[in-house]
Each structure stands twice: as C-alpha cells, then as structure tokens.
C-alpha cells in the first residue's frame, strides 16, 4: 500500500523538494525534504541573507555620502582657485596703507618729496638726513608705507635715505599693475637722483621691492635686500599653496637673471622676520657672492650700518 503524499505548489516549493510525505519519509524515497529535515540550517540561510542585504545597503549608501562630500569639496575648491584667481592682482600687488603713527614719528626729521610720472600720477616721498650725503633709495615691500622704513631706521650717518610710495599705496593715486610696476620703479631712481643730483649709491628693497633694487641695479650700487622676493608667482604660490598652483598664476614679474648675476658681488641679503626665513634662505642661496646678515633682535639702524660696510670690502 503506498503511502498518500502531499505535493506543495510550485511556488512555494522553494527548494524543489516535492513530492513531500505527510507523515515522514518512507525508507524507499532517498530524497529528503531540506525544509523539514533541517529547520535549522534553513534559518541560519535566511539570517545570512538578510545581513548581507544590510551590509550592501550601508555600503552604497555609505559610497553615496562620501561621493556627495568630494563634490562638495570639489566644488569649494574651485571656487576658492576662480576667487583666487579674479584677484590675482590684488594679491600681486598689494595696496600699503597710510601709517599714521610711522608718519607722525618722521616729523620734524625728514622732509616731503613728490616724484611726478610720465603719465601725470604724483608719487609722495621722504628724504632723510643731509640731502649731500650719498643717496640710499628704499623700494619698500608692496603694501608698507614707506615711512615706517624711516620710523625705524631713524637715521644712517653718512647717508640720505630717500623712500617713495608706490602707485595707489599710502595715498598715493592710480592702481599698481604689473605693466606699471617695473617703469614706476625706473622713475622712482631718476626722482632720487634729483635730490642731490647724484643717482643712488645704495639700493635697498624689501620683500618685493627686492625686485625692483636688483633691475635698477647697474654697475656700481651697493644693494641690500631685506627678506628679498625674486619672483611674484613663486611668493603667491608659497602663500596659498595646493589652492593655488603655480600654473595657474598670469604674473610675471620678477628679477632680471642678468642683473642677479651682475649684482651679487654688491649685494648684502638681510634676514629680517622669521616668518620669511625659508624664503629668504631660498632666495639667498640663488646668489652666489652675495653676504648673508642676520638681524637677530639688533636695530635695523645698525644692522644697515653694518651691511653698507660690508659691502664695501
């Protein structure tokens, strides 16, 4: 007598197993029911597929978050390299603003100067000390006003010190550019050799006015460069680094290679400010005969005294 079985339908027979005995397995039917035969494993499966369904769910939404996260910074970052750049020049070239408190110390000591360029803009200046003695022309760092330089120098026996403002810096007109910059600079040495009559016998610039000692060097000046700045797109790329890279910078002005090389037999550098001591020992290293001066808390006073003698031997 054969033994009544149940067949499932073929929709919830999951595993394929039917015909399925209602009251056990005979001992002829070598096929075993994986759902009845083992309740357990079937639960453990089941447990299995449900964890992985949570842990693919977590991945891809965990990839979603991180992927939103990048465009955001993406898009932050372009947006800081466009502002960056709309205000490259700004940057370049930076306006000083007037010092008051330097202005009012240089009272009664040095004397107001005017240097009227080719296209009419009037650059206001100082000159200190007897205007006899040789000149000694400031090219102060872009957004100093050039009276501090004189606040804190106070006075060099022996020497005329003679400062200008830039175009557009301490309230001075016009806008400063790279096509103005170098030609004002020009100017600027032929105004100072009016003073006397006498061009320049030493040059001195700071920072980026470094640039602009070194090009109007010719033969014979003294040239001292306090933490000296050789090229403006390597100095703006030190300042913002990776969100700004190099090739990305349109400005070109820098000191002439002809005039480094011919000036560095004349020329003292001056570490001044610790900030700048990676530049300026950059900076240095680029000229071969040039005499390496650390202020190291003197006053810059005597720190020039010491330099202008140096570099006469």
């Not at 020049?89 to 408190?101: C, L, S």
């Not at 202008?308 to 031997?313: A, D, G, S, T």
């Amino acid at each position: 007598m054969k033994k009544e079985v149940i067949r499932l339908p073929i929709f919830l027979d999951i595993f394929k197993e039917h015909p399925i005995p209602s009251f056990g397995l005979s001992s002829g039917n070598r096929r075993k029911s994986f759902f009845f035969a083992n309740p357990i494993q079937f639960s453990k499966f089941g447990a299995m597929n449900s964890s992985l369904q949570k842990i693919g769910r977590f991945l891809k939404n965990t990839a979603f978050r991180l992927l939103r996260i990048a465009g955001i910074l993406i898009v932050i970052y372009i947006s800081m390299v466009f502002y960056l750049a709309l205000t490259e020049r700004r940057n370049a070239f930076p306006r000083a603003i007037y010092h008051k408190e330097a202005n009012e110390a240089i009272q009664g000591k040095a004397k107001a100067l005017t240097c009227i360029l080719e296209d009419g803009t009037v650059l206001n200046g100082f000159t200190l000390g007897n205007e006899n003695d040789p000149v000694m022309l400031y090219f102060p760092e872009a957004d100093e006003d050039a009276a501090q330089f004189l606040a804190q120098v106070d006075s060099l026996p022996g020497t005329n010190i003679v400062a200008f403002n830039y175009r557009g810096s301490a309230q001075n007109k016009g806008t400063p550019s790279e096509d103005t910059f170098e030609n004002d600079a020009k100017q600027i040495t032929e105004c100072a050799a009016q003073v006397n009559g006498h061009a320049p016998q030493t040059l001195v610039g700071r920072g980026m006015g470094a640039i602009s000692a070194i090009n109007q060097h010719t033969n014979h000046e003294q040239i001292i460069l306090i933490d000296p700045i050789f090229d403006i797109a390597d100095a703006i790329h030190q300042k913002y680094g990776f969100l700004y890279p190099k090739f990305l910078i349109r400005t070109n002005f820098k000191v002439s290679t002809d005039k480094l090389k011919k000036a560095q037999n004349n020329t003292t550098v001056l570490f001044d400010k610790k900030q700048f001591e990676e530049r300026t020992k950059a900076e240095y290293s680029k000229l071969e005969g040039a005499k390496f001066f650390v202020r190291n808390g003197e006053s810059l006073q005597k720190v020039l005294i010491l330099s202008q003698k140096r570099n006469l031997f």
